[in-house]
């Protein structure tokens, strides 16, 4: 177990660089798919939301019962991270050779998703290893300040990626829009990026409960003291936090199109996107910086909900906004509920996970994130605003509804957080009392 005074430089820039790449890579890439997928392959808005849905059920899955149980009997956790970034790179590359050899559009389409969804598989062993390896190297009270500080790093990987990739879809304006996936030039770079990624990985410790003596220590800081956390605690907290991730980013795939949408939509071009996600990027950077104290001063729990409401706040701009100043104020907003939302809500899971298990149970957790990028859009936004299409509805008025529902899931699941925090309290009194809570207090 290392501490943030006694970490080495190397393990830092490896963790670092890591998380810069690997930003920059999904920045680059995943933008602009769902934009290549709706109007250069002609697919509907429910389609499109399926090029991450089926992906991050393969993920999940992959994570909870395959990788997750593999990295808690072998104790790899960089091992993983390495192996599942090259296994990933040579797949993407596969998937964009085979996309072309047809010529149907349509089916084409349907290469990438079904493609894209066989290399999670082996994506998702670098997405588990990296949640055990956080734990393995850092004690609890510091780990929502790490997962800040990473994800502040890996904002500006994203600026560069969203940037570039906007830029090179339509080949610097000299080209056709999706150029840049047709052509492939976002498909190699992308994969290139993988490759490169896991190079630094390899000036980080292997991970695992062998590098730690975090037993006794973490035990000293871990809320487990003060309440046993019990699998009703976790699957309340895992409900809750899925209502709010599922809302949130039921919206992410399809956000792209929205902007995009013709008068009186705001018609954006590539590079004006870039700018509006890059406005994401920018909250995502300033915030990660801060998230750890926050946390620290307020409770992990309380933070969730700070970046919750932050997420609410964003999706209403979004519904009511005719101004693109809006556009780019609840940009920045969503870029701020995500960071503040990812590092309060890791450390948060991570006091409930015991060291042993932490391979398999983060790839349950891990399941709320991942799954609310797709599975969100496909079940919430995608059928509203299909639905809403074929009914006759205007385009922007059928996306702005799929919003509603989004901030209505979202506010659910923030309700049920509000009362688990609220009978952790109740419990937690009679502890206060006798001063045993210590440093466990700043988990909720």
Known sequence: MYSTSAISIRIQLGLSSFQVLAMFRRGLFYTYLSIYLRYFLGMSVTETTLFATIPMILNVCSQTFLWGVLSDKLQLRRTFVIVGELLAGIGTLIVFFTHRLVDQRLIAGWIIIIGLSLVEIFWSMSNNGWSALISDLFPYKERSTIQGRLS?????????????????????????????????????????????????????????????????????????DVITPSSHIFIIFLIAITLINFGRNSIATILPQYLFLPSPGFAVSSELLSYIMNTQSLAIILLGLMVGTIGYRLGNGNTILIGAFMAIFALVLFITSIDLSFIFLASFLRGSSQVVIMASAYAFASGLIPAKDRGRLFGVFNASFFLSWGLAGTLIAGPIIDFLLLSGASEIIAYRVAFLAATCVTFIGVLILIGLLIWIRIKLNPIKKENRLNESEHWV
């Open 152 to 224: 502040s790093i890996g904002g500006i990987g994203r600026i560069l990626g969203v940037w570039i990739g906007g830029l090179l879809y339509d080949g610097l304006k000299l080209q056709y829009e999706g150029w840049g996936f047709y052509e492939g030039s976002l498909f190699i770079i992308a994969a290139l990026i993988m490759f490169l990624s896991a190079f630094p990985m390899v000036f980080v410790p292997e991970g695992g409960i062998s590098c730690e003596n975090q037993t006794e220590i973490e035990d000293k800081l871990s809320p487990t």
